[in-house]
Each structure stands twice: as structure tokens, then as C-alpha cells.
């Protein structure tokens, strides 16, 4: 990208920047859209959350408490957590480049492995630092591989638990070795926004490392299992010396009263929670039997999504497929940006969306290349 002469010139690295592209929501045909690309709940956000949301409508003249108190006291009585040890932000994006903000500048490297979330690159360049990418084995995080890329420079370590997009975790031993290898000045980042869909006894979200150390933070979301993607609304656990920094540059209004507000009444909605978590139980194994009877392999997910790769044969790569199944009204998200070309995510959706999906795979598949 050039820059106009004489014009403003960004900080060095913005521009290496590959803008983050959401998965798509439009289809090509179909007499149905079914949105299955941003692993969005199916059943939506709880109507508790809903009610509390439009009983903000006579007060969008107000700003929103600063500090987010009650959300915050609401989120530690949730979890038993420490209320003051909490820093929210809009959606856990946010949180994740205020604490690349806080703790990277030009001449640091912060390490992220070869398929994770893709706002841990943005962040990390936004902040003037340099990316490095630690290879996984098995498409999951290998703990050996980050710890060869530790450096004297290393400020920042970023591992999503479980990982989007291929839905597999470290178990909490390995993110206990992990850390107890990181240099004291290095911060140990634990991004848990799909921590309530793991059902593995051996799977922690990292509150116990918070509690214990220095360097460590964890990172979770409303955008998922509380449906409130729309409003923006994340959070993270951190000791009191990184959440005293993370108050002194985020901004004074980050969290919307709406958002404030449905958050609450999402987190007392645990029957509503409770539903959603079940239906994920029941269709993410039926998804994932259904499309391997096909032939498809799929890597085993403990998210609410599953990475299904296809074959990479002429009329059969992962690139027909999506345009075959947009033009059935099936909308997956294409990998290629996470380095999977062969592969798309699929969002666990409803009962009707889930069985349009295999039927526009089978189909795809039945067709000559």
C-alpha cells in the first residue's frame, strides 16, 4: 500500500497489518440463509439479557459507569473471582490490544502459534512489536516449540485455550509448564473465550495461574455462549499491578450501559447457559460423525465450531466447497487466513441448520469433480 506524499505517516509496522476479515453472512442462493461462520450461538442471547437491553432505552443520554462496577461484581460472584481484579473492555479484542498496548513496543516479540486467533498478530504489530509464530504439532499449541522462540525480547506470550479455529486445547499441566518456564518480565496471555464448552477433566481456564502469579492473564467473552456478539462485551482476570495498568489507558466509557446491563442479566441466566452448553453436547459429535461418514476429516473440537478439511483435488478443495455450499444458503468461514487453505470452520448451528450443512456436503461430495 502506498502512501500519498507529504501526508501522515503511520508508526512503523501498521502497515504489514493484514486487516482482520469476519466470516462472511451472505449466501449466494438457497431459499434459507444459514449463517454457520462466526461461531455465533444458535439459540441466541438469553431473553433476560434481551429485556435488560431494551430497558436501557431511556437512558442512552447517560454514560455508563466507568469502571463497569456492577458488571464486574456480577462476573466475580459468577466465577468467585475477585471483583478488583477484573478490567472489562468491549469484547475481549479490546482487552487483548490494551494489554499488547501496555506491555509491547518496537524492539519486543510476543509469540503466538501457527493457526491462533488472528487478532494476536494485529495487536502485537499495532503496538510496534514483532509477531513470532510457534509451529503446532496436531494442530494444537505445543508448548515445547513456544518455548524455543523465548527470547531475551520476549515480553508477551498468546495461546487461545481451546484454540479458534481448530478447536483443540492444552491441558492445564502443559499451561502450568509453560509458565513456569516464561521469564519473570514475560506475560503469559490465556484467551479462554470458548471456556464453557470444554467438558475435559484435565482442561483449566488459568483463573488458579492468575491467582498465583504475576504474569499472567486470562481473557473471556460475552460474544459466545451469552450471545451478546452484537454489543461488545469482554473481560479479563489479571493481578492488581496489571489491571492498575490496563485502568490508566483503556477508555473511560469502554463499556456501553446496553452491554453493562445485558451482561448482568446473561451471567443470572445460568438455566439459559446451561440449554445452549447441552445443545452444543448433543450436535457438535452428530456434525462431526456425520461429516466424517463422508469421508471428511474433522480435527476433534471442544469449541462450539468444528474445522472440517477437505480433500486437495481438483473440484474438491476447500474453495469449491465453500461456493458450492454459499450457493446452497450454507455460509462456513474460509481458512486460508490461518494459514488452512483446505479447510473450513463450521459453527455448530440449530437442528435445521446443522442438517442443511451435511446435506450441501453430501451433495458437493456426490457431484463429479
Not at 161 to 182: C, I, M, Q, W
Not at 207 to 213: I, P
Not at 238 to 264: E, H, K, M, T, Y
Amino acid at each position: 500500500m502506498s502512501l500519498q506524499a507529504g501526508g501522515p505517516r503511520p508508526q512503523a509496522g501498521i502497515l504489514d497489518i493484514a486487516p482482520y476479515v469476519p466470516g462472511k453472512s451472505k449466501a449466494t442462493g438457497g431459499a434459507k440463509t444459514y449463517k454457520l461462520s462466526s461461531n455465533e450461538t444458535p439459540l441466541g442471547p438469553s431473553p433476560k439479557a434481551i429485556e435488560a437491553y431494551r430497558a436501557c432505552a431511556d437512558q442512552l443520554h447517560l454514560y455508563p459507569d466507568g469502571g463497569a462496577a456492577a458488571l464486574r461484581e456480577a462476573i466475580a460472584a459468577h466465577h468467585g473471582l475477585n471483583p478488583d481484579h477484573i478490567v472489562c473492555g468491549a469484547g475481549s479484542d479490546e482487552v487483548l490490544n490494551l494489554l499488547a498496548q501496555a506491555y509491547l513496543g518496537p524492539g519486543d516479540e510476543a509469540i503466538f502459534t501457527r493457526h491462533g486467533f488472528l487478532v494476536y498478530e494485529i495487536a502485537i504489530r499495532g503496538a510496534g512489536a514483532v509477531p513470532v509464530v510457534a509451529p503446532e504439532r496436531d494442530l494444537t499449541a505445543d508448548v515445547d516449540e513456544i518455548l524455543a522462540r523465548v527470547t531475551g525480547r520476549t515480553k508477551a506470550v498468546f495461546i487461545a485455550n481451546p484454540n479458534n479455529p481448530t478447536g483443540t486445547y492444552l491441558p492445564f499441566d502443559e499451561v502450568k509448564r509453560l509458565h513456569a518456564s516464561l521469564p519473570a518480565g514475560c506475560l503469559l496471555v490465556i484467551d479462554a473465550a470458548y471456556a464453557e464448552y470444554v467438558r475435559q477433566n484435565d482442561y483449566s481456564t488459568g483463573l488458579e495461574l492468575v491467582a498465583t502469579s504475576q504474569n499472567v492473564v486470562m481473557t473471556r467473552t460475552f460474544s459466545k455462549v451469552y450471545g451478546l456478539a452484537a454489543l461488545r462485551l469482554g473481560w479479563v482476570y489479571c493481578p492488581p499491578a496489571i489491571a492498575d495498568v490496563l485502568n490508566r489507558i483503556r477508555g473511560p466509557f469502554n463499556v456501553s450501559v446496553p452491554a453493562q446491563a445485558a451482561g448482568i442479566a446473561a451471567l443470572a441466566d445460568r438455566a439459559y447457559i446451561e440449554r445452549a452448553v447441552a445443545h452444543n453436547d448433543q450436535w457438535r459429535p452428530w456434525l462431526a460423525e456425520e461429516l466424517m461418514a463422508l469421508g471428511l476429516e474433522v480435527t476433534p473440537s471442544v469449541g462450539n465450531f468444528l474445522l472440517v478439511h477437505f480433500p486437495d483435488q481438483p473440484g474438491r478443495r476447500a474453495a469449491d466447497a465453500d461456493a458450492f455450499l454459499l450457493r446452497r444458503g450454507v455460509v462456513l468461514r474460509r481458512m486460508e487466513g490461518y494459514h488452512l487453505p483446505q479447510a473450513l470452520r463450521l459453527t455448530v448451528g440449530t437442528e435445521e441448520a446443522n442438517r442443511a450443512a451435511v446435506a450441501a456436503c453430501a451433495e458437493f461430495l456426490s457431484q463429479q469433480p
